[in-house]
């Protein structure tokens, strides 16, 4: 762990003077503030791939479905090339969950996730499509992936 912890410090730094030489205002607050999203945004994906396995039928308990989440999202930076969906695959089946379910559920998060980044892409892309549009857009992904 005190490596894992090294080594993010390590690329933080080395990534924050590469940042540097982009001609953009950088400042910790802002940088703080992603990171806070982003960390949001995490537990936001761990909550509903988690109620996604329930519905489906997985009975493994809410504490396990939670570690073979994290435990997929933390393999994608293994300099292995193993990604969230293996990982979860490999864990969740040694946790007793049914790979296939896993497997499955993590396919459909990762296509509703695409399509709301999507559509949410839209939005900063000025007159290609109207914001109206790209709510409905996003509010119907959203939609979606609730009804999973």
Do not use: I, K, N, Y
């Given at each position: 762990m005190?490596g894992?912890a090294?080594?993010?410090?390590?690329?933080?730094?080395d990534r924050?003077?590469?940042?540097?030489a982009?001609h953009?205002?950088?400042?910790?607050?802002w940088?703080a503030?992603?990171?806070?999203?982003?960390v949001a945004?995490?537990?936001?994906m761990s909550?509903a791939?988690?109620?996604?396995?329930?519905?489906?039928?997985?009975?493994?308990?809410?504490?396990?479905r939670?570690?073979?989440f994290w435990v997929g999202?933390?393999a994608?930076?293994?300099p292995?090339?193993?990604g969230?969906l293996?990982?979860?695959v490999?864990?969740?089946?040694?946790a007793?969950m049914s790979r296939?379910?896993?497997?499955?559920?993590t396919?459909?998060e990762l296509?509703?996730?695409?399509?709301t980044?999507g559509?949410?892409?839209l939005?900063?892309l000025?007159?290609?499509?109207g914001?109206g549009?790209?709510?409905?857009?996003?509010?119907g992904?959203?939609?979606g992936?609730?009804g999973?």
């Amino acid at each position: 762990m005190v490596g894992a912890a090294g080594s993010l410090a390590w690329v933080l730094v080395d990534r924050w003077q590469q940042a540097g030489a982009v001609h953009l205002r950088w400042g910790w607050g802002w940088v703080a503030g992603a990171a806070a999203c982003g960390v949001a945004a995490d537990l936001v994906m761990s909550g509903a791939w988690t109620v996604l396995m329930e519905r489906s039928g997985d009975r493994s308990g809410w504490r396990t479905r939670t570690r073979v989440f994290w435990v997929g999202q933390l393999a994608r930076f293994l300099p292995t090339g193993l990604g969230s969906l293996p990982a979860r695959v490999v864990v969740g089946g040694r946790a007793g969950m049914s790979r296939r379910r896993v497997a499955g559920t993590t396919v459909a998060e990762l296509v509703a996730s695409g399509a709301t980044a999507g559509v949410a892409g839209l939005l900063v892309l000025p007159g290609l499509v109207g914001v109206g549009a790209a709510v409905t857009g996003l509010v119907g992904s959203a939609a979606g992936f609730a009804g999973l």
